[in-house]
C-alpha cells in the first residue's frame, strides 16, 4: 500500500467552473477526511465519512461543496462555481477507526493545490 | 467549540540552540497530535500523545502532553537547519467526531 493518494496534484481552473478532486485512501482505513489549508494557516476540516456514510457535513463551507464515497473506498470531492476564494490546499487523511491502529493517528495525502484564476 | 492556539506563530532560532513550541486547547481531548509541514507539502505525522503525561521522542524532538493544563508542549534540542518547518498541533476528541482540529502552526527557520 502506497498511502492516501490524491488527484490531482495541481488543478489551475477559471472562475466559475466545476472541479472535482478524488482521494484514495489506506485499503484497511475506514474512516476517510477531507481538510482545506489556505496559506499560512492550518488545515480545517470539511467532513467525513465512515465506510460510505457521511458523518458529518457541516462544515461544508457552502452549498457548492459536496463530498462522496459511493462504495466506502475512494471519495471525491467536488466544487460548483468555483471562486477565487476557493483557492487552497486539499487534503484528504484516512485512518482506522477502530482496533489498535486507531490510536496511531491519521494519514494525509499529498493534496491537491487549486487555484482559481 | 474546541480552539487550538499555537505559541510562537514565527521562531527563528540559530542551530544548536533549544527552544519550545506551546500547544493550548480549550476542551477535554481524547489525543494530541504533532506535524510537521514542508513549504507545499503534505503533513507529516510525529507524535501521537494518548495521555495525561506521555512524553515521546524522536531524535532533536521531545514532545509532552499535559491535559490537566490541556498543554502540550514540543521542545527542540540543539536545533539544526534541517529542522526548518512549520510545525502543527492538532486535537480530537470522540465527542466531536473524532475530528482533528488544528491550531494556527508554528513556522520554524534554524539558521547556520
Known amino acids: 500500500d502506497t498511502g492516501v493518494s490524491q488527484n490531482p496534484r495541481h488543478k489551475i481552473t477559471k472562475r466559475g467552473q466545476n472541479v472535482t478532486f478524488r482521494c484514495d485512501p489506506i485499503s484497511e482505513h475506514n474512516r476517510l477526511y477531507w481538510y482545506r489549508q489556505t496559506l499560512g494557516q492550518g488545515p480545517e476540516f470539511l467532513t467525513y465519512?465512515?465506510?460510505?456514510?457521511?458523518?458529518?457535513k457541516s462544515r461544508l463551507l457552502s452549498d457548492r461543496f459536496s463530498a462522496e464515497r459511493p462504495k466506502g473506498s475512494f471519495s471525491t470531492l467536488e466544487i460548483q462555481r468555483t471562486e477565487q476564494g476557493d483557492s487552497a490546499m486539499y487534503l484528504c487523511?484516512?485512518?482506522?477507526?477502530?482496533?489498535?491502529?486507531?490510536?496511531?493517528?491519521?494519514?494525509f495525502g499529498s493534496g491537491t493545490r487549486l487555484t482559481v484564476v | 467549540e474546541l480552539k487550538v492556539e499555537q505559541n510562537p506563530l514565527f521562531l527563528s532560532m540559530q542551530e544548536g540552540k533549544n527552544y519550545t513550541i506551546y500547544c493550548n486547547y480549550s476542551t477535554t481531548s481524547d489525543r494530541l497530535y504533532w506535524y510537521r509541514q514542508d513549504p507545499g507539502k503534505s503533513l507529516e505525522s510525529l507524535f501521537v500523545l494518548l495521555s495525561n503525561g506521555a512524553v515521546k521522542q524522536e531524535g532533536r524532538l521531545m514532545a509532552s502532553l499535559d491535559t490537566k493544563a490541556r498543554l502540550s508542549t514540543l521542545h527542540i534540542t540543539a536545533a539544526v537547519h534541517d529542522l526548518s518547518a512549520t510545525y502543527f498541533c492538532?486535537?480530537?476528541?470522540?465527542?466531536?467526531?473524532?475530528?482533528?482540529?488544528f491550531g494556527g502552526g508554528t513556522r520554524l527557520m534554524v539558521k547556520p
Open positions: 487523511a484516512s485512518r482506522p477507526f477502530t482496533g489498535q491502529g486507531a490510536n496511531y493517528g491519521y494519514t
Open positions: 492538532a486535537v480530537d476528541t470522540y465527542n466531536a467526531g473524532n475530528m482533528l482540529t
Open positions: 465519512f465512515q465506510n460510505e456514510a457521511q458523518l458529518e
